[in-house]
């Protein structure tokens, strides 16, 4: 295993340095070539996708949503690749250039990072979605997904890799790792001289388990513990469609609400509706002693909800008596990834999100736009919850660095 692991992460490294030889028309045709590929193989990885979804027979609803494929989220990973190949090349873009006094003119140039390795659970789409913003910046991608989903990763890299190569690009831009064994990772996360970044995505356990063990630095897709906040100058309508979008529409996903905190001012004429609507969909309501009063046949909330992900049909519901007690609760509870409020008063919008301490604040709309996609980034490669050095959805520049490129006319230091 160790040397399995050892020559992948060896050659990964030395394609690296490849990248320079292709240029955005050529990566452009690739992924384009990839895209079209994704779609017309769509049955033969809908067949391989049927045999994990199989397999997990028996588990949580929510993990069966993230594991299944069809025709229609085939088509988004296609269009994804698209979206990704029509988007701006960062690779050696100046970010700012000047000139010093003694006549050096000096540049710093948007680089690629090297080799990300991406680690990730049930998540068959992630597959695509981290090779094409992985080779539009011209970063060597090593890829290692759970075993629950090893058909369906197999089939997307294969049809991929073979799209790559009738492009004519002579040397291998990603990798999959196909043992299954819990010791790869471990070992992968020690290959330092060769992997300069990991990016895991996936549930808490995973995400606290590579940064434990990793040599090399880790950028934390961490829980996503979404908040929505009903002000008190919240229009009520556009309140309740924005709750039961962001909770029902597609609950197993990271930027799906788990708790709403309702303005004291709105709770009683808001409350009611909203059950009535979350009723319709079996949504199961966890509330403080507030909620409780105002709505029956709901359950008491314990300390533990209020850091829940419940990436299923639960949500976990607060009163609040002022804005300030909703930005504190925010700050304490979550988990910094993705946070909205609903009001009308520009003076609290403008408050919420100079204070809350998340990497996406929103204002009217649903926390399920917390997405690469929707932001216009092609895709994303994860939602950083981290500070450093990304934050938020990661799209291509967030998967580079710079470095310094000096130009002189013969200058020598005294």
């Known amino acids: 295993m160790d040397e399995y692991v050892k020559q992948l992460s060896k050659k990964a490294k030395a394609n690296s340095y490849l990248f320079s030889q292709l ?37 949580k609803k929510s993990f069966i949503d993230r594991l299944s494929l069809d025709e229609k989220r085939i088509f988004q990973m296609s269009l994804s690749l698209k979206e990704i190949a029509n988007l701006k090349d960062p690779i050696g873009e100046v970010i ?97 001289d060769n992997i300069d970044l990991v990016i895991p995505r996936g549930g808490e356990e995973l995400i606290k388990k590579v940064t434990e063990n990793s040599l090399i630095p880790v950028i934390k897709h961490y829980k996503g513990v979404c908040h929505i906040f ?11 469609n924005i709750c039961l979008n962001a909770k029902v529409q597609r609950p197993s996903v990271c930027n799906a609400v788990e708790t709403i905190l309702v303005h004291k001012n709105v709770a009683d004429e808001f409350l009611p509706k909203l059950k009535k609507e979350f009723d319709k969909y079996n949504v199961r309501i966890r509330g403080d002693n507030k909620a409780l009063q105002i709505l029956e046949g709901i359950e008491l909330a314990n300390e533990s909800d209020w850091f829940n992900e419940y990436l299923d049909l639960i949500v976990s519901l607060r009163v609040v008596d002022s804005i300030d007690e909703a930005i504190a609760h925010i700050n304490l509870y979550g988990s910094h990834h993705t946070d909205s409020i609903i009001t009308e008063n520009i003076n609290n919008a403008t408050k919420f999100v100079n204070e809350v301490d998340s990497a996406c604040c929103f204002v009217n709309i649903s926390t399920r736009f917390s997405d690469g996609y929707e932001f216009g980034l092609g895709a994303e490669i994860g939602i950083s919850t981290d500070k450093l050095h990304a934050r938020g959805p990661m799209g291509l520049e967030e998967l580079t660095t710079y470095k310094y490129v000096v130009y002189g006319s013969g200058q020598i230091r005294t």
Do not use: Q
Request: aromatic share 8%; net charge positive.
């Open 23 to 59: 240029n955005s028309e050529i990566k452009n045709k690739a992924l384009l070539s990839m895209a079209d590929v994704l779609w017309e193989e769509k049955y033969f990885i809908l067949g391989e996708n049927k045999k994990d979804v199989e397999k997990a027979k028996g588990m």
């Open 230 to 240: 009903v002000d008190e100058f919240a229009c009520l309508n556009m309140a309740i």
């Open 96 to 192: 700012s250039g000047w000139r010093r006094p003694n006549g050096l003119f000096i540049n710093k140039v948007r680089v690629p990072i090297g080799v990300i390795l991406i680690i990730y659970e049930a998540r068959p789409n992630v597959t695509s979605d981290c090779i094409g913003l992985c080779f539009k910046s011209s970063n060597i991608s090593i890829l290692r997904g759970g075993s629950d989903s090893i058909n369906s990763n197999l089939a997307i890299f294969k049809v991929l890799k073979e799209a790559v190569r009738k492009s004519g690009i002579n040397f291998d831009p990603f990798f999959l790792v196909e043992k299954t064994e819990h010791e790869v990772v471990e070992i992968l996360l020690k290959e330092k």
